[in-house]
Structure formats: C-alpha cells, structure tokens
C-alpha cells in the first residue's frame, strides 16, 4: 500500500512519514487534522489514525485531503468497544454518558496499541519517521522505541499553559493543599503567577483515573520534544521557558486553524455541521461588520438546563445580536421547548441559534463577528486570536482557567464573565455560574463603543495580524513546520536504511 499524492516518491531521499495519533475528542482531534494537512502541504506523507465512528465525521476533511492532492491516509483502526464495557459505537469522549466509563475508555484506547504497531510494520515502502501522538497516549512510547523513531507528544494546550502543567505536576505544588480556594503562589514560573487547585489543569483528575495520568506525564519525560499549536510572537516568554524547563524542543508550528483558506474547508471542519452553512452564511452577511457576538462551549462542556436559560435571558436583554451554539446533549430537549416557543420568537430579528455541531471556524472568520464568549478551550481560544476579535471568558473545567489568564491578564484581550467556580467535565453541578445580568453586562461592554473595549479591538487585531505573519512563508510557524520535517527527513535518512530509487526506504531500522 502506497500514499497518493503530491510529490509522492522524491528521489534521493525518504520523505519523513509522520504518525498522528489524536486522543479521540473533537477538541485534541481537529488541531491534529490541521497538523495533518500542514505537514501534507510541506512535503511530508501522513497516517492519520482513527476509528470507523471518527473516521465519518472526519468525511469532509478526507475528501478535501484527497481532492488538494495530500498525502494524507486516513487509517482506520477497529475500536474494541464491547470488549472494554462500552456501548457499540462508543467511540468518542462526547459519547460516553458518565464518567464511570471514562477509564473504560481509555482502556480501549490504549488496546489500539497492537493494531496500530501491527499497521506501522506493514508500511515496508513508507515506514514511519516520527510519531506526533496525543499526550494522553502513553502507550505510543513503546511503538516509538520498538521502531527506533521520535515520539513527540501533542497536548492541545498552550505554552502558557503547558507551562503551569508540568511545573505543577512535576513538583508537587498542589500534593499536600487541603483548601481548594486557597491563592499558591507557583514558583519557577517566568512572570508572578498564583493560582487554587480548584482552577489548575484538572484533566483526568477524575476519581479514578490517577494511574493514567501519572502514566502519561511519566512517559511525557520520555518524548523527543512537544508540537504546541501556538506561535512564538504570541507567548515567546512561556513558550522559550517551557522549552528550558522540560529540556525538549518545543515546535510552535500554529495557529494551525489558518491552514483552512476557504469557507468549505472551513465549515467541513471536525464533523458535519447541524444547519445549512449558507443560510447562516447569508444571516451573517445581512448583519453589520463587527456587530454579532459569537457564543460556543466546545466540544464538552456541560452547561445545566438552569444556565442554558439564564445565558439565553442575558443574551436577549443585551439587545445585541448573537449567534449561540448549544451543543447536542442530554442538556439541549430540555431547554427545546423554551428555545422553540418563547426564546427564539422573541429574539428573532437578531438572534441565531445552533443545535449541534456549528461550523466554528467559518463563523469567527466572519467580518461580522465582533466578540466571542467561549469557555477558553485551547482550539477556541486561539481561532478567536485568529479572528482579531475580543473575547468574553467563561471556563468551565481543565486548562481553560490558565486559558483566560493568558487572554485577560497577559495578552489583554480578554474580559471574565465572573464564572464562581469549575463545572468539571461530565458533572451535574446544578449551579447557576453566571447570571443573566453579569452575561449582558459582560456583553455590553465588550459590543458597546467604551474606550477599555476599544483598546481589546485593537489589541485583538494586533493579534491576528501576528498570528498570520508567524503562519504564513517566512515566518515562525511555517519555519518550524519546515524545520521539523528536515530534522525528521535527516533521521530517517541518516539511519542508514535502504532507500530505492523511487525515494522509499525498504526496511524499519531499529
Ligand atoms: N467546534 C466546532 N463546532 C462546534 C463546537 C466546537 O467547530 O459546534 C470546534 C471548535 O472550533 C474547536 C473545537 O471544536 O476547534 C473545540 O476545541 P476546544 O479546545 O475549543 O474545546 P473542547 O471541545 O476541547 O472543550
């Protein structure tokens, strides 16, 4: 089996064959079809793994690969559901239905480790260079060592963030803390930081899940270095001391999301969308320029039927005009009957709101989109940046805290809602976090003419325009990616393999 695609079998030389491994999650999955696509477009072939149920959402990304000419192959692994306790087609974190599962699931991913090792020694006539695989794959280090390739993880998060992860884990800065409010002060980090156990990256800190979570940052201290979907110009500081602190090369090869240069590409993105994208498409173009705030939670976040309504009664009195994601879910039939028959009536003229899957991208790169409530997931956070638009934060669990640091106090482009504590991922916290009232002042101010929101707009676009020059030929970004194809081309080249004259290296060396 060989890879179609552009320049397919230079002569001289192997070209690096890189291994995505994404954690099976919209939010870690879609950077990596971006890296995918990247690396493709730079010269390198890609196996992309997955699974039958992600491989169907990933349709539109598999075609626009195929039509562009990549060298991208979709590689779909079965995935052992019945045999780990899950429901048939449970293939995905967005599909499991309670946290009790969560380990069972990652169980199952870890069983995907004799099928993929199985796969990568078919590939006689493209083995594999590098394995670029999701920090939450532990498992990946042993293929990497089997087959005598890097391993280089991928966590989804920023340098910033990135950076608090490891000091916190690695020094045990919140082992013996018994109030979870209580302010710590963390040392070793570049610029003042203090912060509560209660708001510090809490990824699988779920009862339970401990063992994988020592498992995986263990094995991270074992990586050849790390892929951050960031850019140096953005957080040079804490990217440069992460690189210093983990004593690994750090490529910052983002925003990755800018690889997307048209609106089908773009809406296509991680699954299907739930609406028709031109209607929405056309209901942005009738608006004016700057004018919509865009609401989205992500992929998970799981927001109470309490404060669907209680955003909804914010969003309305706010008198703007708004886009509004509220994701398919346990959550969504028992606000419908609300949505359908008082909400959305009344909010009609200036309201949109999307059940499902909405295609993020595209509408954040609308010139209408003025300002972004998001709850500071990474892959949210820097499209937002992207965008040049000024952003409402609203964490709910994980890294999104450090997330909102970075775009209040740092970047200063950023305003809190004022969320009163963590929702943590797959619970049923009743609260209501956010009022209707802190939801349209926070709305008001950043929509509205005053001069601190002026200064964010500025800011924000100051952003984006970085963010364009670090991706674009010449400069950081598009550099790394460069750089680290050849670093991955050397090795493989200099391993002393065989190589034919079509370019394909004919044996793994170990
Ligand atoms: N996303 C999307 N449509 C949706 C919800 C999410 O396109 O309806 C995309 C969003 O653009 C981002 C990713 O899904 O790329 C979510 O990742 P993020 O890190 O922001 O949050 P998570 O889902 O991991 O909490």
Request: aromatic share 8%.
């Amino acid at each position: 089996m060989t890879f179609t695609g552009s320049g397919d079998g230079q002569s001289g030389s192997a070209r690096a064959h890189f291994v995505l491994v994404p954690m099976l999650a919209q939010g870690h999955t879609i950077p990596m079809t971006d890296m995918a696509r990247l690396l493709a477009e730079h010269g390198a072939q890609v196996s992309f793994i997955t699974t039958p149920v992600n491989a169907s959402r990933l349709a539109g990304f598999a075609a626009d690969v195929e039509a562009a000419g990549l060298a991208v192959r979709l590689v779909e692994l079965h995935f052992p559901s019945a045999k780990f306790g899950l429901p048939d087609g449970c293939e995905n974190l967005d599909m499991i239905q309670s946290t009790d599962l969560l380990s069972n699931f990652m169980d199952a991913i870890a069983a995907l480790q004799e099928p993929l090792k199985a796969y990568l020694h078919e590939q006689q006539r493209s083995p594999p260079s590098c394995i670029i695989s999701d920090l939450i794959h532990w498992w990946t280090g042993d293929i990497a060592r089997e087959l005598g390739i890097p391993r280089l993880t991928f966590s989804g998060f920023c340098g910033f963030s990135s950076l608090i992860r490891y000091i916190t884990y690695h020094n045990n800065v919140f082992q013996n803390v018994k109030d979870e409010n209580e302010l710590i002060t963390i040392t070793g980090f570049p610029t003042p930081l203090e912060l509560t156990k209660a708001k510090c990256p809490g990824n699988f800190c779920i009862p339970g899940m401990e063992q994988i979570r020592k498992k995986f940052l263990e094995e991270e201290l074992k990586s050849d270095g790390e892929v951050i979907n960031s850019f140096q110009e953005l957080e040079t500081l804490y990217i440069e001391s992460f690189e210093q602190t983990t004593k690994k090369k750090i490529w910052a090869v983002g925003p990755m999301c800018l690889c997307h240069r048209d609106n089908n590409t773009m809406a296509a993105r991680g699954n299907k969308a739930s609406m028709d994208e031109a209607q929405c498409l056309q209901w942005l173009d009738s608006m004016k320029p700057g004018s919509v705030v865009f609401v989205s939670f992500g992929s998970l976040a799981c927001t109470t039927p309490q404060q669907l309504v209680e955003l909804g009664l914010g969003l309305e009195t706010s008198r703007k005009p708004f886009i509004w994601v509220i994701k398919a879910g346990a959550k969504l039939p028992e606000v419908e009957e609300w949505l359908a028959d008082e909400f959305e009536e009344r909010v009609k003229n200036r309201g949109m709101v999307i059940r499902g899957w909405a295609p993020q991208l595209m509408i954040l790169q609308h010139q209408a989109v003025g300002g972004f409530m998001t709850h500071c997931g990474w892959n949210s956070t820097i499209e937002g940046i992207c965008a040049g638009v000024p952003m409402i934060t609203w964490p709910h669990f994980g890294e999104q805290f450090l997330n909102e640091k970075l775009l209040v106090d740092v970047l200063k482009i950023g305003m809190e809602v004022g969320v009163k504590g963590v929702t943590q991922w797959g619970s049923e916290n009743q609260e209501v976090m956010v009022t209707r009232d802190e939801v349209q002042k926070a709305v008001n101010t950043l929509m509205d003419e005053g001069a601190a929101a002026e200064e964010m707009r500025v800011r924000a676009k100051d952003c984006a325009i970085k963010a364009r020059r670090a991706f674009d030929e010449g400069g950081s970004s598009n550099d790394n990616i460069r750089l680290l194809i050849q670093e991955m081309e050397i090795k493989t080249n200099a391993c002393g393999s065989v190589v034919d004259t079509d370019g394909n290296k004919l044996s793994f060396l170990v």
